[in-house]
């Protein structure tokens, strides 16, 4: 399987190559980026030779590698990473942004679809994340993605300013991981959910058939479904995918469908049309959970 590109709400992660050197030199050029790495800023000469490890690493296993992050609109925003860890069925997660990006939630975004990827789709039984103890806003990362403290060990690393507290490691398992999903799948041109829960966004028809492909056979808790999504574009493709699998005799399964639109007549057809295929479905207009 080879490393696919990835897409969150505000992201698209996409396999590194060598094209991208010079991000990762624009990257590791800023002190602070590498402050709990390497307490310095990277010689253009010392990022080569660590994007040549990569890419080597990136080979080894199938689906795994670093990501260049960039933002919706191609401007660039980090590097994300999923490389193997030294045992078979084991990745290890890591991310880096540029400054600028910092406090925004980014590399949580970026590190949950890492998550998604390694287990749902490389099939990796464990995934793994190390940093220096004194790095708090990593931790903080690594425990809002559902990674757990595992140990304190102290490696042979540079003396950089709070490095004799050691370093320690995060953990989580795929049983852990699929244990712990709630499935929410939004197809809306502009809304996100005012309370901020975690949701897979799309924005287009395309994107959101894209989504119930790839969490076929598995249950959606929730899915909202906006009728007019921007253009031409409506979600019909969508519902024409729900139908489809009723007809079939194999309804994807889910909860709860919410159709939401300031189109009630587009919303009121994918009601009944749903409705008729046997999933449960609500009129969401008007409610505060979805808004701008």
């Not at 600028?100 to 995934?127: D, K, N, P």
């Given at each position: 399987?080879?490393q696919?590109?990835?897409?969150?709400?505000?992201?698209?992660?996409?396999?590194?190559?060598d094209?991208?050197?010079?991000?990762?030199?624009?990257?590791?050029?800023?002190?602070?980026?590498?402050?709990?790495?390497?307490?310095?800023?990277?010689?253009?000469?010392?990022v080569?030779?660590?994007?040549?490890?990569?890419?080597?690493?990136?080979?080894?296993?199938?689906?795994?590698?670093?990501?260049?992050?960039?933002?919706?609109?191609?401007?660039?925003?980090?590097?994300?990473?999923?490389?193997?860890?030294?045992?078979?069925?084991?990745?290890?997660?890591?991310?880096?942004l540029?400054?600028?990006?910092?406090?925004?939630?980014?590399?949580?975004?970026?590190?949950?679809?890492?998550?998604?990827?390694?287990?749902?789709?490389?099939?990796?039984?464990?995934?793994?994340?190390?940093?220096?103890?004194?790095?708090?806003?990593?931790?903080r990362?690594?425990?809002?993605?559902?990674?757990?403290?595992?140990?304190?060990?102290?490696?042979?690393?540079?003396?950089?300013?709070?490095?004799?507290?050691?370093?320690?490691?995060?953990?989580?398992?795929?049983?852990?991981?699929?244990?712990a999903?709630?499935?929410?799948?939004?197809?809306?041109?502009?809304?996100?959910?005012?309370?901020?829960?975690?949701?897979?966004?799309?924005?287009?028809?395309?994107?959101?058939?894209?989504?119930?492909?790839?969490?076929?056979?598995?249950?959606?808790?929730?899915?909202?479904?906006?009728?007019?999504?921007?253009?031409?574009?409506?979600?019909?493709p969508?519902?024409?995918?729900?139908?489809?699998?009723?007809?079939?005799g194999?309804?994807?399964?889910?909860d709860?469908?919410?159709?939401?639109?300031?189109?009630?007549?587009?919303?009121?057809?994918?009601?009944?049309?749903l409705?008729?295929?046997?999933?449960?479905?609500?009129?969401?207009?008007?409610?505060?959970?979805?808004?701008?």
């Amino acid at each position: 399987m080879p490393q696919p590109t990835l897409y969150t709400e505000r992201m698209v992660l996409i396999p590194l190559t060598d094209e991208h050197l010079e991000y990762e030199v624009e990257l590791d050029a800023d002190p602070e980026v590498l402050r709990y790495i390497e307490g310095r800023a990277r010689t253009r000469a010392e990022v080569a030779g660590y994007h040549a490890q990569r890419m080597e690493l990136g080979r080894r296993v199938d689906g795994l590698g670093y990501w260049l992050a960039t933002g919706k609109t191609g401007e660039f925003v980090g590097v994300m990473m999923l490389p193997p860890a030294e045992r078979p069925g084991e990745a290890e997660l890591g991310y880096r942004l540029l400054r600028r990006y910092w406090g925004r939630g980014l590399a949580t975004e970026g590190a949950v679809a890492l998550l998604r990827h390694g287990f749902a789709t490389s099939g990796q039984e464990r995934i793994i994340a190390q940093t220096m103890t004194v790095n708090s806003g990593s931790r903080r990362v690594m425990e809002k993605c559902g990674l757990r403290y595992v140990r304190t060990f102290f490696p042979d690393c540079p003396p950089i300013p709070g490095s004799g507290e050691g370093e320690v490691e995060y953990a989580i398992t795929r049983a852990e991981w699929r244990a712990a999903q709630r499935l929410v799948i939004l197809v809306d041109d502009l809304r996100s959910f005012a309370d901020g829960r975690p949701a897979e966004v799309a924005r287009t028809s395309a994107e959101g058939v894209a989504l119930l492909e790839a969490h076929r056979g598995r249950r959606i808790d929730e899915l909202w479904l906006d009728h007019d999504l921007g253009g031409e574009d409506t979600v019909w493709p969508v519902v024409e995918v729900l139908e489809r699998a009723a007809f079939e005799g194999r309804p994807i399964e889910i909860d709860l469908i919410s159709v939401h639109s300031a189109n009630p007549v587009g919303a009121a057809r994918i009601r009944q049309a749903l409705d008729r295929c046997g999933y449960r479905v609500r009129a969401a207009t008007g409610l505060r959970e979805v808004g701008l």
